[in-house]
């Protein structure tokens, strides 16, 4: 079994705060994809990295995939209330070829005007 | 674009009743997958399919069976629904590892309640 710990699991910020969400793993992965979700909606995607130590940014957001593709981060900066959701980290396992994906249990971002 | 759609979108079962979901997809994906999702505890994958005729087991599979007769259709059945499967349902398709897009692409979702 293939266990995707994020952190923290609840977070709450004032606008222009920065904020990093962990996803840590003792597995190895072929990817690793972060997904954000809206109420009453299915998750969508953010980036997908694939190689250790890859750092992807998109606009305020940064991701980061560990050198060992154990673990990953996402950095927001200077967040604003747009950015609440529910945050989702997802790993490709390699044991797998890939096909198996499995979820973290998420971090619920509230940010606050 | 129609991408990933579930069937039913809400359904109340009593106890020990049986139905089936039903996820179709039409971006010719290979890979599709099941998740229930309970408050915090993220998406739990129930079971998934590398393709036509084959499935495999996710974390949380017990109660559940599949089946993956048609390459655009997964179907999610309870036998004979419980309690503790009130959850929300989600279905999933994507392009194998490797593929320039692995995005996976989600339904709506599919609200069941068991009393």
């Known amino acids: 079994t293939q266990l995707l710990e994020q952190s923290p699991q609840f977070l709450s910020i004032q606008e222009g705060e920065n904020l990093t969400v962990y996803c840590n793993s003792s597995s190895v992965f072929s990817s690793l994809q972060w997904y954000r979700q809206e109420p009453g909606e299915g998750p969508v995607l953010l980036v997908t990295?694939?190689?250790?130590?890859e750092v992807k940014k998109l606009k305020r957001l940064t991701f980061q995939f560990g050198d060992a593709r154990k673990d990953s981060s996402l950095h927001i900066t200077a967040a604003q209330p747009g950015d609440t959701g529910l945050y989702l980290c997802?790993?490709?396992?390699?044991?797998?070829?890939?096909?198996?994906?499995?979820f973290g249990e998420g971090t619920q971002l509230t940010v606050n005007p | 674009n129609a991408g990933v759609t579930q069937t039913p979108k809400f359904r109340v079962l009593k106890t020990g009743q049986s139905m089936t979901l039903l996820c179709a997809q039409d971006?010719?994906?290979?890979?599709m997958y099941w998740y229930r999702q309970d408050p915090g505890m993220g998406l739990r994958l129930i079971h998934y399919?590398?393709?036509?005729?084959?499935?495999a087991k996710g974390e949380v599979p017990d109660g559940y069976n599949v089946s993956r007769l048609k390459k655009q259709n997964f179907l999610l059945g309870l036998e004979s629904a419980a309690p503790s499967q009130t959850s929300v349902y989600f279905c999933?398709?994507?392009?194998?590892?490797?593929?320039?897009?692995?995005?996976?692409?989600f339904g709506q979702g599919t609200r069941l309640t068991v009393v």
């Open positions: 999933a398709s994507r392009r194998p590892q490797g593929a320039v897009n692995t995005e996976a692409f």
């Open positions: 399919s590398v393709g036509e005729g084959t499935t």
């Open positions: 971006m010719n994906h290979e890979y």
């Open positions: 990295v694939v190689t250790g130590g």
């Open positions: 997802a790993g490709a396992g390699e044991e797998t070829s890939g096909s198996r994906l499995t």
